[in-house]
Every structure is written in structure tokens, then in C-alpha cells.
């Protein structure tokens, strides 16, 4: 009896074994490289990506048949193989280091934004250098945009020569701005703040008035995100520093004599320290500052008990807009960042570049990737055969009425699908951009009222009134952007002691903000960090700076 | 077995209170969660959400549930459970028959023994786990997700020492003495016996192949392959925003807790289904045990 | 007969109802002590040596798989005493010798990180075994099966958080902002306590939070354990007059033994394992005094440099110390406890 049951238990679980192997998908690769390449004139070219939860796709689709993909194959010839996927860029650098060391061969061409993957990939020469290939492919066009942009390229170029195309940023896409709840300021009759003592004033009244009303003193001045550095990209502390002097925490920016310099131990660095120290004293700060990520910080303001926060104009969609659905009658309107009374003002300013196409030695078509580049680039520049009156139809824009209409609700409405922005299956991830061309656009815009000129234009003309505006101010204060002029790969030093020294800078500044020690431990914490490696890091830093520049 | 002295009746009434307190404590933690992901995102992202959900939407649930590639995934996670499960669960119980007899019974055992405890203590770590399974073709494959990690030597010494306290010898010694060799002894009395610790070593394991992530990651290249664990890291990540484009339009999604929440709370969900299932074979153990007698 | 101190089962014949179990029912008595067989030992050794081979055979298809999947990739740790670059392969990469535990030990702050997690991971061990066993007992005395069950699941349930998420929740619950456990110990009018960013209170928190989310694990391991006693044995301590409390200390206990020892023995492997994914969750600059431990150390120097030498380096160091002190626990537990655990 017990027998016959371990038996079929045993039939069972063979079964299963067996019908695994059907459920399973094999990768594609083998069947496509036989008739991909056949077909007359199309070129295979294989790659990697990561795939996060905002790249949706129509049923049936999928990353390696989509509208996209069927685009390239019919009018640019070209089939592309997505050999694999990863939902996050930790794990997609795992992955490459992985194949790597299974001794499988690079995609044709991959996105590698973590610099000491890029300086291993070049060193391990089975990475193409493309400056003859830009030269000879790149369409004119392209050109004048890599030739705007030349420190774009800083992260892949090794000896002067240059390994990548770089996927440009925003360029001021991510540097923030004040958000300020509009119904306290009105409640206490006050003016937006202009200087950092005009705002110190406002986070008097917000965290000791009671602005919400409750009748509990539970409200605060500014949220500030501090676990991984008080300049950062969300609930921005930099601007404070930026009061101070010309230099930022983490940031390596040019002092008079043109070297790269550490901010995080600059004078200016103790003075906006010392202030925040005064801040949290005076309970214009959360008292968990020092334990708050981004995402932890705006919890604070989406709920209502802080008045301030500095965020770029994207935060008009979210957290803003939470705050906004959240509590009745709050109002958050943008407005420039303060600076100090005699004019000293600074922010954090986004770097060009979020990564690095690289190319494996081995792929052959870089005048079709070129070709590629170009088309999609059309579409960004509003000059495009190919993207004449949107991406594609169906998924970015509907036809009604012979006119194209790119109102998602309308989308939805007649596709009776989920919009989809189709520029997400492009190789890099998203519609390409052009560093400033946004806010640029978003300044005309809210300056003019005008209509859109092409479909790139027109995705932003429906934007609420608060993001052109906020668009705008960050681009009118462009003049006081501070960048992070350092893109290379950790260098020798950095690899021994960098752990090191961040974590005393974390230690020390989380202490001081806190009150644990005195402002002038800060003195102590440069020497400290000067010493223990950080005069070497400096140098090896400058060193590089000058090899990317051809110095 | 009951007790009927005063003091015995006021410690129950204390046990029954503490264990009443300790599970209300260790059930906050999942209320709330499942409170956050009925809840709209705004108040999740406000962290208003404590234990009742606050404008009560099934969107989290849509968003996960709703993705065609849940179901296939949950399919291959149920597969890979039973077969992991199965696979690990007869190589283990195996071995530790055989490593439950003394020293002198089976020469060659403390080598053995040792050679599985050392596996417990070193790996190789990612790096040559991954070639090898690349090697052995296994990427793509429910094997790959099976087979590096059916030896556990952890749970191979709580079955071997749960034979030696649980199995009295002296069935053992009748059965031999009856003509039985090792394989029927294993079966017949071994097995039956040890029901209670084979079902919480199985639990174990079943616990680890539905947890298990990272694995479904590396060694499937094709997304379709995932088991529902490394689905669902997909459909909410840890982004890292520093490095991302970003614009209004992605943002729109990022409000993510309640997703997040979602995404446990099924997560949860099969093993609270299994657990009180498995519960039956800890009390049976003892009855059959007693029967044998 | 003296009561006074529970001893070991073990111990060949000390606890008392043992004693009076094995004049009683000589084949139970003896199965509670595998190792120590008595007379017919020889006799039967000689039957079973003939059967060796099954006993070979049955441990085989383990010892295959552990070779190729376990032993095979141990070939890879040569990779710490390389700078090993990944399309360079482990037969090519550079040779280091010792330097990867070299930069181990010339870190500054290494004595505090290794501290921190030895005080950690002993006070996790000391609890996760103590406090496990505490609730098993307990729960072996609720007769209620329905709420035993219930009971049971429900401490089972936090295991399957992961600390990210628990994280989360234990900084709104901590919160000297007005968090749940501020607002109770303000009712006994005590200031609010800043659990995760004061040093004092980092620990008692990693440690207590710990316990919440892992004690249902031990717990069952300890349940399956109570099951196994003999009942017998209480019945033999029943006729002694023997009061429940008795029971659960000179049987109960004595018989959970050796489960208990192997426990106990196997999380000294865990010795300079203080738990990453929770502190990683939980830690921040204020605590990184008390709080930081090897793993998130290692882990930052793995974001600056990106390569898998050093981390392989610093994990063989934590085995080759955690493979000294079980192989210590396996000793300690022969001699004192008379008990070979594996």
C-alpha cells in the first residue's frame, strides 16, 4: 500500500520534471541569427537592458517584438536581440560582470552607467573605441550635439581616446527648486523668501504657528533628505551649502585656479552646517533627518507637516501632486531657491551624462546604430521622417479628424488600452534627450502660451501650469548650478580608502547637524580627512581631469 | 495529560494572555501591510495608512495580478516549489539515514558527515556557482533553480539528529533481526516515525524555494522564465534615481508602497494556505509514533 | 530522589525519570541516548557492516550533487588572494597573496566593525535559541489545538517580511515623532527615545526587532522536538508526583536536548553573520558606532570598487572562523553533554 503511493508520488514528481522543460522559454538568439541575418539587408544587432516597471507593454508584445522593434526591422534594417533583462541597474551590473566571468561574448551594444564597470569593460579591451566611428557615421546633427557637449564623453574616454556615446541627462532636468505650501504663507500674510533669512523667518512661523491648524505642535520648517548626503535629488539640501560658497557636499567642482576640489570640506561646507545645527535646534528640521532617504524625507510633506521642500519640476507630478490630493486645501506653489543676503547662491546641478552606450569590438554596423541614433533623435529635434506626427500611432497619439491627438485620456479612449509611451523600447530606455532643451522648452512655453511645433513639443504643452512655471525658474536660474565635475572611475585610492572617508564625513556631519559635536569638530574632520587619504584622492582626481581634457 | 492544580490554571491563563499578545505583535506587521496596499497611493505615500486602509482601491492588486506574466510566473514558482522541494527533501533524507547511525555501524560516516558540514560553512560564492550552472547548460532551466541549492547541510543535520532522538532502536533492531535491510528500514519505519520533522524540514525548504529571488534572476534569461519571487522584484524595484532620466511622466508611477504592499501580501498569501495544512503532521507524528509501540 | 538541577539526557542515567523509564520500558530508555548503545552492540555491528553498502548507496546521490554544486565552485575562492577581473578568468587574473585580508585588518575602524558584530550576532544566538524554546514550551502547554495552531502560524508570519519592509515599519513605530512606542513609554513618563539614532539604544533594538521576525523559525524546530518526547516518560514522572513545571524541566527539556545543542551549535556558525539585510535597513551615520558590521562594511567598499576579490576574501576569513568555532561546539558538546551532533 505505502509502496504504490511512494511510486506514484515519485511518477508525479518525474511528470513535473518533465513538463518544466516544456514551460520553459529558451532564449531566442539561436533561431533568430539564422533567418535574422538572411533576410536581405537586415543587420542583427544584440543587447542588454534594464527593464523597470514603467516600460509596459500591449498584449502581445514584448521587449523583442514590439512596435519598436518591427519600426527598425521595416525601415532601418535592423533586427534587434535583446538577449536579457534585469529590472534594476545593481543587478544589471551583477549580470555583466557575470557573463563576463562565463566567458560569453559583450551584446553588440549595452548601456553601462556605473563608472568602474565602464573603466573595466575599456580596460578589458573587448570594447570598441568609436571616435572614428563617430566621425565617419554620425550624422551632422549628432555631431553639433556631441560637439556641445564634450565632457559627456569624460566617462568613457581613457588616453584620450573615446569608448562611448553618451545617454545624455536632462541636464538641468533634476535640479530642484523651492515648493512652498502657498496656503500657509497666505494664512500668516508672508512673501515667498528670497534670501536664506527671509526663509529662515518662514520656517519660524510654519513649525511654531501651527499652520495646519490642529492645534498641535507637531509641523516643521523644511524637509531635507540627509542618509545619502545633503545634496541630492530629492528634498534637496544643497541650495543651503550653496548660500554659503561655491562648493557642495560629495561634489568635485573647480575652484579659481581651474582644480578639482572636494566639497564636502570646504569652509562653506561648516557654515551651512553650523545653520542646519541651529535648524534642527529650533525644530525647523524632522528630528529623524539624520536615519531620512528621499523617500522616507517626503513622507513629512506629503503628509501635511512640513512647508518646504526643494524638489526639481518634475515633483509637480509626484510627490507634489500626493500632498496636494492628500490634504484639503493645500496649495504648493514653485518658486527660485533663497540665497544668502549678500547674493551668494548655489545649487546642485544634474550631470550631463546617466551612463554610457558602449559597443563590442566585434559589431560591425556601427553605421547602422548611427542610423538608428539619428532616427530616434529626430523624433527629440521635431525633424524626423520617420516620427512625423508622433512615435507611433496607436501608442503615443491617436488620428481624429485627419489631426493627431496626443491626450492620453483620448489615447485610452479610442486604443481601449492602457497608454504606453513607446519611447521606452528605444535603446535607451526612453525618448532620448538633450541636456537643457526641456526646461528650455518649458520656459518658451510658459512664457509664449504657444502651441506645439512637433509631437515632442506637444507631450508637454498639456502640463500643469505649476511645471512650466517650475521649468522655468529652474532654467532661469541655471547661472547657479554647481556640477560634480568628476565622472571617472574610482580611482586607486579612492578603491583603499573611499569607504573609509565617506563614512567619517556621514559620521561628522550627521554629529554636527545633531548637536553630538561642536561645529568646529568639522575643522578636525578635514584635517582627519586630508590625512587619511583624501590629499592623494584629490590629486588622483586632477590627474584625471587633466588626461579627459587632453591636458 | 491536564493539570488541574491552581497554580497550573492561573499559568495558563498567563500563557494563553502572552501568547495572545505575542501573536497580536507579530500580526500588526501584516495588517498593516495589507491595510497599505487596499489603500490610495497618496495616503500611502503621506504614511497615513496604520491598520485600516484609507480610500479603500484594489489598484495594487490590479497592477500586480494584472500583468499577464503573473500567472505563468506563479505556475513555475508552484513548480519549482514541489520539485526543489521534492529533490532536496529526498537527497537529504537519504543521507540522513544513513548519517543518523553511529560510528561503528557505518564506517565512513564522521568523512561524510564533516564533507556536508564544510558546505554549510564555505561557498564559492556567485561567481563560480554561475559558470558552472552556465556550463551544465542549466540557465533557462528549472534545474538551475533546484539543484545548487538542494544540499542543505543545516537541514540535513536537524533531519539526521531528528532520526537519532525520534526512531527508537529497538524497531530498528526487530526489523533487522526480520530479515530487513537498510532501504525497507529507511521506508518503513524511518520515514513514518519521523513525519513531524520531515514536515517542518519540508516547510523549510518550501519557505526558501517561494522566497528565493536572486537565483531566478541570473539564471533565467528570458523574463517569461521568472518564478513569481523575481517577478515581483520587477514590478517593484529600489530605483536608483540619481542615474535616471527623469521626467514628470515616469514619476506618475513611482508612488510605489501600495504595490509594494501588494506584492508581500501575495507573496504571503500560498504559504499561509500551506502552513496550517503542514500543522496536521506535528501532532500525527506522535500518534504513529505511539502506535508502533 | 534529587531534583535539584536538570541535567543533560545525555548524561548516561542522571535524570531521574529517565532512570525510572528505563526500568520500565528498557527500549525507550534506550533511545534516548543513540550514541551510547549498550550491550548488543558488537553483535549487531557485525549484521550491519555486510549492509555497508547501502548505507553508501543512500548517501551517494547527495554527495554527488554537494560535490558539483558546492565543492565544485569552492574551486572559486582563489579569487581572494587575486584582483580577479572577470574576463580575465580565475587561471589568468593577477595573483595578490595576502593583501585582500591585509586591507582587512589595516581599516581603521576594523576592531569596531568586528566588534559590533560579535556583540550582535552572540546576543541574536543567545536569544534565538532561548527565546524559541520558551515559546515551544508554552505552546506545548496549550491543549486548545485550534489556538496553538493559530499561535504558531502567526509567529511564523514576520519571517516572511523582508527587513526592508519591516524597516520601514519599525521606523514609524520608533519614531521619537510621536511612534507608537514613544506614545506608550510616554504614558510612564519617559522622554521619547531615538532607538535607531542613539547608540545606546541601536543594539537592544536590532536585537529585539530581530526576535520579532525570527523567532516562529526556531520555534518550529523546537515544536517538531517536543513532539518526539516519549510519553512515557511523563507518565513515569506523573507516578513521582512530579508537578507540571517538574515535568517540563527534568523531561520536557532533557529530551529537547540534543535538538537544542544541535541548534544552538549550528548558528555558531553564524557567529560573524550579525544579519545584513536588517542592519543594512536599519543603520545610519548617528549609529554607525554601535551598529555597523562586517557585511555592511564589505558591502560599501562593494559599491566603490564593483569587484568580487575582496568580498570573497572577507567571506572565506568569516568561514574559516566560523568552521573553528563549530567544530569548537561539536567538541563541547561531546564532552560536556556527551552528544555528537552530526
Not at chain 1, 570594447?127 to 553639433?144: F, G, T, W, Y
Not at chain 1, 511654531?208 to 520648517?221: A, E, L
Not at chain 1, 523617500?295 to 503628509?303: H, L, N
Not at chain 2, 502572552?18 to 506587521?29: D, E, I, Q
Request: a negative charge; aromatic letters at 12%.
Amino acid at each position: 500500500m505505502r509502496k504504490n503511493y511512494l511510486f506514484l508520488l515519485m511518477i508525479a514528481i518525474l511528470s513535473l520534471g518533465m513538463m518544466t522543460g516544456c514551460m520553459m522559454e529558451k532564449p531566442s538568439d539561436a533561431e533568430s541569427q539564422d533567418d535574422g541575418e538572411s533576410k536581405d539587408g537586415v543587420v542583427e544587432i544584440t543587447t542588454v537592458r534594464t527593464m523597470k516597471d514603467d516600460t509596459k507593454f500591449k498584449k502581445g508584445e514584448d521587449v523583442n517584438n514590439n512596435v519598436v522593434t518591427r519600426w527598425a526591422e521595416e525601415d532601418l534594417g535592423i533586427n534587434f536581440n535583446t538577449l536579457w533583462t534585469v529590472p534594476s541597474d545593481e543587478q544589471y551590473n551583477t549580470k555583466i560582470r557575470l557573463s563576463m566571468s562565463a566567458g560569453k561574448d559583450l551584446p553588440d551594444v549595452f548601456l553601462v552607467s556605473d563608472g568602474q564597470l565602464i573603466a573595466d569593460l575599456i580596460e578589458s579591451g573587448k570594447v570598441m573605441q568609436v571616435d572614428e566611428a563617430i566621425e565617419k557615421h554620425a550624422s551632422p546633427r549628432l555631431k553639433k550635439i556631441f560637439k556641445k557637449f564634450p565632457e559627456a564623453f569624460y566617462q568613457a574616454t581613457v588616453d584620450g581616446k573615446r569608448y562611448g556615446i553618451p545617454r545624455f541627462s536632462g541636464g538641468n532636468g533634476s535640479d530642484s527648486l523651492l515648493w512652498i505650501r502657498q496656503d500657509w504663507l497666505d494664512k500668516f500674510n508672508l512673501e515667498a523668501p528670497k534670501t536664506i533669512k527671509e526663509l529662515e523667518h518662514v520656517m519660524e512661523v510654519f513649525s511654531t504657528q501651527d499652520p495646519d491648524g490642529n492645534g498641535k505642535d507637531d509641523t516643521m520648517g523644511i524637509t531635507l533628505a540627509s542618509k545619502n548626503g545633503l545634496a541630492t535629488w530629492l528634498a534637496d539640501g544643497s541650495f543651503i551649502f550653496g548660500a554659503e560658497g561655491d562648493y557642495l557636499p560629495k561634489l568635485w567642482s573647480e575652484n579659481e585656479k581651474g582644480e578639482l576640489v572636494y566639497g564636502s570640506i570646504q569652509p562653506n561646507a561648516k557654515d551651512a552646517l553650523a545653520r542646519l545645527n541651529e535648524w534642527y535646534e529650533k525644530g525647523y528640521l524632522d528630528k529623524e533627518i539624520g536615519i531620512l532617504d528621499e523617500q522616507a524625507a517626503i513622507e513629512d510633506f506629503v503628509a501635511g507637516k512640513s512647508g518646504i521642500i526643494a524638489a526639481p519640476p518634475w515633483a509637480d507630478g509626484w510627490p507634489i501632486n500626493d500632498a496636494e490630493k492628500n490634504i484639503e486645501g493645500a496649495n504648493v506653489q514653485p518658486y527660485p531657491l533663497p540665497g544668502s543676503e549678500d547674493g551668494q547662491i548655489g545649487r546642485k546641478g544634474e550631470g550631463l551624462t546617466t551612463g554610457q552606450f558602449l559597443f563590442s569590438k566585434d559589431f560591425e554596423h556601427m553605421d547602422k546604430f548611427f542610423e538608428y541614433w539619428d532616427a530616434i533623435y529626430g523624433y527629440t529635434l521635431g525633424d524626423s521622417k520617420y516620427f512625423e506626427k508622433g512615435m507611433f500611432e496607436g501608442y503615443d497619439y491617436v488620428m481624429q479628424d485627419g489631426k493627431p491627438v496626443y491626450d492620453q485620456e483620448t489615447i485610452e479612449k479610442v486604443t481601449g488600452e492602457p497608454y504606453i509611451n513607446p519611447g521606452k523600447y528605444f535603446l535607451p530606455t526612453d525618448v532620448p534627450t538633450i541636456p537643457y532643451m526641456l526646461y528650455d522648452l518649458l520656459e518658451d512655453l510658459h512664457a509664449t502660451g504657444r502651441d506645439a511645433k512637433n509631437p515632442y513639443e506637444a507631450r508637454f504643452v498639456g502640463g500643469t501650469e505649476e511645471y512650466l512655471e517650475a521649468g522655468a525658474i529652474v532654467n532661469q536660474q541655471n547661472e547657479i548650478r554647481i556640477e560634480n565635475k568628476w565622472t571617472g572611475p574610482p580611482t586607486k585610492t579612492m578603491q583603499e580608502r573611499g569607504e573609509l572617508l565617506e563614512k567619517m564625513e556621514q559620521e561628522y556631519y550627521a554629529d554636527i547637524i545633531y548637536g553630538n559635536l561642536p561645529v568646529d569638530a568639522f575643522d578636525e574632520f578635514v584635517e582627519k580627512w586630508k590625512s587619511s587619504g583624501g590629499d592623494k584622492i584629490t590629486e588622483e582626481v586632477n590627474a584625471w581631469y587633466d588626461s579627459v581634457q587632453g591636458k | 495529560m491536564r493539570h488541574n492544580t491552581k497554580a497550573y490554571k492561573i499559568f495558563t491563563i498567563f500563557n494563553y494572555t502572552f501568547l495572545l499578545l505575542a501573536a497580536v505583535l507579530c500580526l500588526l506587521p501584516l495588517v498593516h501591510i495589507l491595510a497599505v496596499s487596499l489603500s490610495g497611493s497618496a495616503a500611502a505615500a503621506a504614511n497615513a495608512v496604520t491598520f485600516f486602509p484609507v480610500d479603500f482601491t484594489l489598484d495594487a492588486y490590479e497592477k500586480t495580478v494584472g500583468n499577464e506574466n503573473f500567472i505563468r510566473s506563479l505556475m513555475i514558482s508552484v513548480v519549482r516549489v514541489i520539485l526543489g522541494t521534492a529533490v532536496s527533501m529526498s537527497l537529504l533524507l537519504c543521507a540522513a539515514y544513513s548519517l543518523s547511525k553511529s560510528d561503528s555501524e557505518f564506517k565512513g560516516r564522521k568523512i561524510y558527515t564533516w564533507f556536508f558540514v564544510f558546505t554549510m560553512l564555505f561557498n564559492g560564492g556567485l561567481v563560480p556557482t554561475y559558470i558552472i550552472v552556465t556550463q551544465l547548460n542549466l540557465t533557462d532551466t528549472m534545474w538551475a533553480l533546484v539543484l545548487p541549492t538542494a544540499i542543505n547541510a543545516f537541514n540535513l543535520i536537524l533531519l539526521l539528529n531528528f532520526f537519532r532522538t525520534s526512531v527508537p532502536k529497538s524497531l530498528e533492531e526487530a526489523a533487522f533481526i526480520d530479515g530487513a535491510n537498510h532501504f525497507q528500514i529507511f521506508l518503513r519505519i524511518y520515514l513514518p516515525i519521523s513525519v513531524p520533522a520531515i514536515a517542518t524540514i519540508s516547510l523549510f525548504t518550501m519557505v526558501f524555494h517561494w522566497n528565493s529571488w536572486f537565483d531566478g534572476l541570473i539564471y533565467m534569461t528570458d523574463a517569461r522564465n521568472y518564478p513569481l519571487s523575481t517577478f515581483l522584484q520587477t514590478v517593484i524595484v529600489q530605483q536608483d534615481f540619481s542615474k535616471m532620466a527623469l521626467n514628470a511622466e515616469i514619476l506618475r508611477n513611482l508612488s510605489q508602497r501600495t504595490v509594494q504592499a501588494a506584492q508581500i501580501f501575495i507573496a504571503a498569501v500560498p504559504m499561509l494556505i500551506v502552513y496550517p495544512f503542514i500543522q496536521r503532521y506535528f501532532v500525527k507524528g506522535i500518534v504513529l509514533g505511539a502506535e508502533k509501540e | 530522589m534529587g531534583l535539584e538541577k536538570p541535567l543533560p539526557q545525555g548524561d548516561e542515567d542522571k535524570s531521574p525519570y529517565l532512570v525510572e523509564k528505563a526500568d520500565k520500558n528498557p527500549n525507550k530508555a534506550v533511545s534516548q541516548k543513540p550514541d551510547k548503545q549498550p550491550k548488543p552492540k558488537k553483535k549487531r555491528q557485525k549484521w550491519n557492516m555486510k549492509r555497508n553498502w547501502q548505507l553508501h548507496a543512500l548517501v551517494f546521490p547527495a554527495v554527488v550533487v554537494a560535490l558539483i554544486f558546492q565543492y565544485a565552485p569552492m574551486g572559486g575562492l582563489v579569487m581572494a588572494f587575486q584582483d580577479y577581473k572577470p574576463w580575465l578568468g580565475f587561471f589568468n587574473s593577477p595573483w595578490v597573496g595576502l593583501d585582500h585580508f591585509r586591507t582587512m585588518f589595516a581599516y581603521d575602524d576594523a576592531r569596531q566593525v568586528i566588534w559590533n558584530t560579535l556583540v550582535i550576532s552572540v546576543l541574536k544566538i543567545i536569544f534565538q535559541v532561548l527565546v524559541p524554546l520558551v515559546f515551544a514550551l508554552l505552546l506545548n502547554e496549550v491543549y486548545k489545538m485550534t489556538f496553538k495552531r493559530t499561535v504558531q502560524t502567526i509567529i511564523y508570519l514576520p519571517h516572511f517580511l523582508s527587513w526592508v519592509i519591516l524597516g520601514g515599519i519599525l521606523m514609524d513605530m520608533l519614531s521619537p515623532d510621536g511612534g507608537l512606542v514613544n506614545q506608550v513609554i510616554g504614558l510612564i513618563g519617559i522622554d521619547p527615545i531615538f532607538f535607531l539614532g542613539d547608540n545606546t539604544w541601536f543594539r537592544p533594538t536590532v536585537i529585539i526587532s530581530d526576535i520579532w521576525k525570527e523567532t516562529g523559525f526556531n520555534t518550529i524546530v523546537f515544536l517538531a522536538a517536543v513532539t518526539a518526547v516519549n510519553p512515557t516518560l511523563y507518565e513515569a514522572a506523573i507516578m513521582d508526583g512530579a508537578n507540571r513545571w517538574k515535568q517540563t524541566l527534568f523531561v520536557t527539556i532533557p529530551s529537547m536536548l540534543p535538538i537544542i545543542i544541535v541548534v544552538a551549535t549550528l548558528s555558531l556558525g553564524n557567529i560573524l553573520n550579525a544579519g545584513f539585510d536588517q542592519i543594512f535597513n536599519l543603520y545610519n551615520p548617528l549609529v554607525y558606532e554601535t551598529g555597523d558590521i562586517i557585511d555592511t562594511y564589505v558591502y560599501r567598499v562593494g559599491l566603490i570598487n564593483g569587484d568580487f576579490s575582496y568580498g570573497t576574501a572577507v567571506g572565506l576569513f568569516k568561514s574559516l572562523i566560523s568552521f573553528v568555532l563549530v567544530v569548537l561546539g561539536y567538541r563541547l558538546a561531546y564532552k560536556y553533554a556527551d552528544y555528537r551532533i552530526f
